[in-house]
């Protein structure tokens, strides 16, 4: 399937440095961690191909992604202890299929209702990145 | 499984009334209607058990049920032709596995972005209620 030069999700790069930092591949999609860590384990899955929405996958390749995403929602669990993980796909303006994985904590920041796209709030150092991130990769297989 | 004498979607009646209509059941869930129509056709795709999210259910329930998501966004895209369909999954304080189903039309409402929980603007008639669950009936097969 061809890529889209002005996609984060084709491209990585620049265009994904903004936002996210690869986490590594998974059977069919692309885990990111979301630079914006309000919410301590947030992430991203991103479909391998530059499809818009769940509609234009297979049955097969539809699985293949939700299995991806239940296992990174099972390995936020175990590394965070989050209440609840939030599962959001939106890309209005975009074209490619990605979920946002955003674990809650009880009575903690937006904590009952949606969450934002970008709070824009709490960015951590490359080393509490690193951090993090070791602490999913320990617990994703 | 055992139901939940406080959850709307096990317990349904007055609880479900206050936001949802029932359209049908599907395979592994139940389709409303969300009452609250700022997106036209937006509707809920809540699992037919009292499960608190899908890493809780097995490989083929969780298959059957974003089977049962896939047929409830195809049908909305034919009947209402959105530009994009949103997912969402919160339910932080509640414990029962739905997807948002939430239909988004370029330059429109909240387009570009995420969707509120329940903006409480736009309710309808149970006459025009009744025409948008008819149209996503006639086309969920």
Not at 82 to 104: E, W
């Given at each position: 399937m061809e890529k889209d030069i002005n996609c984060a999700y084709c491209m990585e790069g620049e265009l994904l440095d903004k936002f996210g930092i690869k986490i590594r591949d998974l059977k069919s999609s692309k885990l990111y961690l979301f630079r914006e860590q309000s919410h301590k384990g947030r992430v991203i899955v991103a479909h391998?191909?530059?499809v818009g929405e769940m509609v234009e996958l297979s049955d097969t390749?539809?699985?293949?992604?939700?299995?991806?995403?239940?296992?990174?929602?099972n390995a936020l669990h175990k590394a965070f202890q989050p209440d609840k993980v939030n599962y959001g796909a939106y890309g209005d303006t975009g074209h490619h299929l990605h979920f946002h994985l955003v674990p809650k904590y009880k009575d903690d920041f937006e904590w009952g209702g949606v969450f934002a796209m970008n709070p824009e709030k709490k960015f951590l150092s490359e080393e509490e990145y690193s951090i993090i991130?070791?602490?999913?990769?320990k617990y994703l297989d």
């Amino acid at each position: 399937m061809e890529k889209d030069i002005n996609c984060a999700y084709c491209m990585e790069g620049e265009l994904l440095d903004k936002f996210g930092i690869k986490i590594r591949d998974l059977k069919s999609s692309k885990l990111y961690l979301f630079r914006e860590q309000s919410h301590k384990g947030r992430v991203i899955v991103a479909h391998n191909n530059h499809v818009g929405e769940m509609v234009e996958l297979s049955d097969t390749m539809r699985n293949d992604f939700f299995a991806d995403v239940n296992q990174v929602a099972n390995a936020l669990h175990k590394a965070f202890q989050p209440d609840k993980v939030n599962y959001g796909a939106y890309g209005d303006t975009g074209h490619h299929l990605h979920f946002h994985l955003v674990p809650k904590y009880k009575d903690d920041f937006e904590w009952g209702g949606v969450f934002a796209m970008n709070p824009e709030k709490k960015f951590l150092s490359e080393e509490e990145y690193s951090i993090i991130i070791d602490k999913i990769l320990k617990y994703l297989d």
